[in-house]
DNA sequence: TCCTTGACGGAGA
DNA sequence: ATCTCCGCCAAGG
């Protein structure tokens, strides 16, 4: 496995999570199709894994398939992406976000 | 290599 | 709606 391919992937799903409209969110499984990368939703999970603290990269607009936050309720980390969807607008009850209302559909 | 680990997803109960 | 269980698949040990 080239790094170099690994890169490109990485690449691939920073940029498409980089189109997510502020107010909108969308999901490890969209986010993989739409690189190209079908069946990979937790790569992309891995992906994001890789951002650096500051980036300007919105991973927080990316949820589980059923709207819902994947991190442990109440952790540093669910707890960031929570107020990060808040100041864009989102609503978010108990960790979840109603897709119907708030899905990225391009 | 083989085994474990996941920021996942879908089906079933 | 919630919870398991299982399939998936690249990474890292």
Redesign the pocket.
């Known amino acids: 496995?080239p790094a170099s391919?690994?890169n490109d992937?990485?690449q691939a799903i920073w940029f498409v999570v980089s189109r997510i409209p502020k107010g909108k969110v969308s999901?490890?499984?969209?986010?993989?199709r739409m690189a190209g990368l079908p069946?990979?939703?937790?790569?992309?999970?891995?992906a994001?894994?890789?951002?650096p603290e500051e980036t300007e990269i919105p991973?927080?607009r990316?949820?589980?398939?059923?709207g819902?936050i994947?991190?442990p309720p109440g952790s540093p980390?669910f707890l960031r992406?929570q107020s990060q969807l808040i100041l864009d607008g989102v609503e978010v009850r108990?960790g979840?976000v109603n897709l119907k209302l708030f899905g990225w559909n391009p």
């Open positions: 496995m391919e690994v992937r990485i999901s490890y499984g969209q986010i993989a069946g990979l939703s937790r790569y992309v999970g891995y994001l894994r890789q951002l991973w927080f990316v949820l589980n398939s059923q819902r994947s991190f980390s992406q108990q979840r």
